[in-house]
T-cell receptor
Framework: AQSVTQLDSQVPVFEEAPVELRCNYSSSVSVYLFWYVQYPNQGLQLLLKYLSGSTLVESINGFEAEFNKSQTSFHLRKPSVHISDTAEYFCAVSDLGNQGGKLIFGQGTELSVKP | DTEVTQTPKHLVMGMTNKKSLKCEQHMGHRAMYWYKQKAKKPPELMFVYSYEKLSINESVPSRFSPECPNSSLLNLHLHALQPEDSALYLC?????????????FGPGTRLTVT
């Protein structure tokens, strides 16, 4: 069975500081990895995904995540955060044999950016 | 158009009422999903439809009844709900019902059961 652990439930940070949101997964098969963001009172939006190829993936708004197979991690980073990055961030996995599209979500990390 | 729409945005219903939630997408996606999300928790998968057929039911109580009338539309019929069913109900769609396609989420319907 797959599982996802987001090690920090809350991450407070000052504006323009760097941030890392940690995600570890457990699976006996190869996986696809996703980061979704949820702003207050909204649905989830895909931030970035790793399917195959380069282990470093980037989003259009400055976030990046690196797939580390040996450490079974997919940590999310941003070198300089903005107030508008305040949101809940979910790491999720699905596996290559997944015929139902089922995503396994972590518990979420609340990123709070302060001025 | 990469939008999933959901109506209504808010719904308050009594435990004896019958109501329906509606979800629509016009991206040509062949898989659609219902999730339930409680405050400060991740979404929990309820149902998956693939090519208009129910492919996953995560042991959801029968008071929730999904329906997929066509490839663009997904409904969730609600009957005799309990207060603990109060939550944000999210609909999502993806190009195919396999794990490598990203899911596009709607804004959700916030349901309160009184």
């Amino acid at each position: 069975a797959q599982s996802v652990t987001q090690l920090d439930s809350q991450v407070p940070v000052f504006e323009e500081a760097p941030v890392e949101l940690r995600c570890n997964y457990s699976s006996s098969v190869s996986v696809y990895l996703f980061w979704y963001v949820q702003y207050p009172n909204q649905g989830l939006q895909l931030l970035l995904k790793y399917l195959s190829g380069s282990t470093l993936v980037e989003s259009i708004n400055g976030f990046e995540a690196e797939f580390n197979k040996s450490q079974t991690s997919f940590h999310l980073r941003k070198p300089s955060v903005h107030i508008s990055d305040t949101a809940e961030y979910f790491c999720a996995v699905s596996d290559l044999g997944n015929q139902g599209g089922k995503l396994i979500f972590g518990q979420g990390t609340e990123l709070s950016v302060k001025p | 158009d990469t939008e999933v729409t959901q109506t209504p945005k808010h719904l308050v219903m009594g435990m004896t009422n019958k109501k329906s939630l509606k979800c629509e997408q016009h991206m040509g996606h062949r898989a659609m999903y219902w999730y339930k999300q409680k405050a400060k928790k991740p979404p929990e998968l309820m149902f998956v439809y693939s090519y208009e057929k129910l492919s996953i039911n995560e042991s959801v109580p029968s008071r929730f009844s999904p329906e997929c009338p066509n490839s663009s539309l997904l409904n969730l019929h609600l009957h005799a709900l309990q207060p603990e069913d109060s939550a944000l109900y999210l609909c999502a769609s993806s190009q195919e019902g396999t794990g490598d396609y990203e899911q596009y989420f709607g804004p959700g319907t916030r349901l309160t059961v009184t």
